[in-house]
């Protein structure tokens, strides 16, 4: 009787969209609705600016290195050396602190950082190395770099009350915390750069269809070269903070950022395989990460809870990114 | 001449592996010797029986990242269910928690399709949380003594852990040289379609390898506890990563559809001996991180320019 009436109202099954399709769709925005939701009824301190701010602001770093590394990998390619990186930046930019002072130490910071970040877009973008293994070798290298200029000793800041390099971490503009602001005003910029530029527009063209983007004239090399040298530059705005916030280093300070930034990149939906994905995505994703760490801790449960949380989500979320593309739920081996 | 060239271009982690015994041999008068041979063995154990069903999963086209948590997890659950279970029934508990977190990964990979990457990266991030919800962060000490004197006892003056390691790496490169199995894996990772297509059960196949993967991460982390006689919640991190870069210099490509367990056997050793020898040279570790970073893109630059001399790039 249903498939009757249905056959009355032609075109109506093209716009009817399945379940499975709606979660596609607009799972991650779900996933976010429903942290919020929860979180807010089951504790009392969840939902309040202050909260809002404390997470956005735990998201920070992560959320920092992540945009970048959303270009990297809408490129069609991984980069499993940013935890390393931010390490060497963090440790860099606070030794320096003391030696050359704040206002040298940042750009010297921001340059050294950058040259690593060339070195990875030189072997990935010119030399087109498989990226997961150079990646994977420029993490225990740099890891080595910064052991081999620290001598393995930690660095801090001698005089930590009186340096004005403390505002990137620790101070507050109009009542939002400056590294909560940076995160964001990189996410908004970047996105626009990513929808609303030509170099955006490239970067989906040569992760999506590589082949198909060199024959339409797009230099590949300097497409990938030019990403890895924006994650290597959201990493050491991601240092910034860190050093800023903690006015010391340990030498492995990043260790194992690099797969967190990854997870936060995934949960946003953004394709391993390259071509599609977006910053917003990101940002939501590690939003999401972190109100769920957030949340956890308020409601009581120790903070490693979040880690088999964690792992759920990842892959429930892109389950279903995957059978809404499918169209079922299983797949066919 | 072309037979040189060959291993050179094959297995160049072999002429590696050559160079640094020649040059240690000559810069440390400690190196050269069966003792210190044996000590290289038991280091490189810990991470070369992992590294092994490393070497399964990604000639399949897959990759595991989880193994590191696993390390921790089996431990944990060997040396600290020993009070209540004894010895065998903790070392059992451990063993199966690694068959069961491999089985877990293989099933959510060929049920849901999602990839080997993505699915064991969230594996890593949730075992790591369940061993510090059931360690509650705590180390655990084994107080029966016979446990930590099997990680140091020999036989035939060999040490038990060195041969566990070999006869391992042998029994391996059997199944996968001489086995339906083993030539499935080739198989499965040249073209998955295509093995679907002749017969082969793709996703069960995978399930398989997976939960060898598991098993022999928990092996390793149960090894690597009788060795200390201790865990600590905190055992195997960064491990994924160089059993990664282990498996990758012996030649294994990450696309899958090609590698070797004598290529990961040398890897293994190329990793061990270059700390071994560094340790003896008294060099700072943190050198042998950068050495084993750049080895490790030189010799991805090697493979590549040689794939694409000979093949035009078609094997990727």
Redesign the interface.
């Known amino acids: 009787m249903k498939a009757l009436l249905d056959s009355f109202k032609p075109g109506l099954k093209d716009k009817e969209i399945s379940p499975l399709q709606f979660f596609g769709k607009h799972g991650i925005s779900v996933a976010l609705v429903l942290c919020v939701v929860i979180f807010s009824l089951a504790t009392e301190n969840f939902l309040s600016a202050d909260n809002f701010l404390t997470v956005v602001m735990q998201a920070s770093i992560i959320g920092t290195i992540a945009i970048g590394v959303t270009f990297v990998v809408i490129g069609g390619n991984l980069d499993l050396s940013v935890g390393s990186l931010l390490s060497f930046a963090t440790v860099l930019v606070v030794d320096l602190h003391d030696k050359v002072g704040p206002g040298m130490a940042i750009p010297l910071m921001f340059v050294f950082t950058l040259l690593i970040g060339s070195i990875n877009g030189f072997l990935i973008g010119y030399l087109r190395l498989n990226s997961l293994i150079v990646t994977l070798g420029m993490l225990s290298a740099i890891q080595g770099i910064t052991l081999v200029y620290t001598g393995g000793k930690n660095v801090d800041i001698s005089d930590q009350e009186n340096t004005w390099f403390a505002f990137f971490g620790r101070e507050e503009i109009f009542g939002i915390p400056v590294p909560a602001l940076i995160f964001i005003v990189l996410g908004i910029i970047l996105q626009i750069v990513l929808l609303k530029t030509g170099f955006g527009r490239k970067i989906f063209a040569v992760g999506g269809n590589e082949t198909a983007a060199l024959f339409s004239g797009l230099r590949r090399k300097r497409l990938v070269f030019s990403t890895y040298l924006l994650s290597a530059f959201t990493t050491a705005c991601a240092a910034l903070i860190l050093g800023s916030r903690v006015m010391g280093s340990q030498n492995n300070v990043g260790e194992g950022y690099e797969l967190l930034v990854l997870a936060g990149v995934i949960l946003g939906g953004t394709s391993l395989l390259g071509g599609s994905g977006s910053i917003v995505r990101t940002v939501i994703g590690v939003l999401i990460l972190a109100m769920i760490q957030n949340g956890l801790l308020l409601l009581g449960y120790p903070y490693y809870t979040q880690w088999l949380v964690t792992w759920v989500v990842i892959i429930v979320a892109v389950w279903l990114d995957i059978a809404a593309k499918r169209g079922k739920l299983l797949s066919s081996y | 001449m072309k037979s040189i060239f060959d291993i050179i271009t094959k297995q160049p982690i072999w002429i590696f592996v050559l160079i640094c015994i020649i040059f240690f041999s000559f810069s440390s008068p400690f190196f050269f010797d069966l003792s210190n041979f044996t000590n290289i063995l038991i280091q490189a154990s810990t991470i070369g029986v992992i590294a092994i069903g490393m070497t399964f999963v990604m000639i399949n086209g897959n990759i595991d990242?989880s193994v590191g948590a696993t390390v921790a997890l089996a431990a944990s659950l060997a040396v600290g269910l020993q009070p209540q279970l004894g010895i065998t029934g903790a070392v059992f508990v451990g063993l199966l928690s690694g068959v069961l977190i491999g089985g877990l990964n293989g099933i959510?990979a060929?049920?849901?399709?999602?990839?080997a990457?993505?699915?064991t990266?969230?594996?890593?991030?949730?075992?790591?949380?369940?061993v510090?919800?059931y360690t509650g962060?705590q180390s655990f000490y084994a107080h029966d003594l016979a446990y930590s004197d099997f990680g140091a006892s020999s036989l035939f003056s060999v040490p038990v852990l060195a041969l566990i390691f070999i006869f391992l790496i042998i029994l391996s490169h059997l199944v996968l040289k001489y086995t339906i199995h083993g030539r499935n894996v080739f198989a499965v990772g040249g073209n998955r379609i295509a093995a679907?297509e002749a017969g082969i059960?793709?996703?069960p196949h995978?399930l398989v390898n997976f939960i060898l993967i598991g098993f022999l991460a928990a092996l390793s982390g149960v090894l690597l506890s009788t060795q200390m006689g201790a865990s600590t919640p905190n055992l195997g991190?960064?491990y994924e990563?160089w059993t990664?870069?282990a498996v990758?210099l012996g030649g294994t490509r990450?696309?899958g559809g090609y590698g070797s367990i004598i290529g990961t056997f040398g890897g293994v050793l190329a990793i061990a001996i270059l700390r071994n020898g560094m340790n003896l040279l008294q060099v700072?570790s943190?050198?042998?991180?950068?050495?084993?970073?750049?080895?490790?893109?030189i010799v991805?630059?090697i493979d590549?320019r040689f794939s694409e001399q000979q093949g035009h790039g078609v094997r990727a």
Request: charged share 15%.
């Open positions: 990242l959510i060929w049920k849901t399709g999602v990839d990457f993505i699915v990266l969230g594996a890593m991030i949730g075992v790591r949380g369940l510090f919800i962060e679907k059960r793709v996703g995978m991190r960064n990563l990664i870069t990758v990450l696309t700072p943190f050198f042998v991180l950068i050495i084993l970073g750049s080895i490790l893109i991805l630059f590549k």
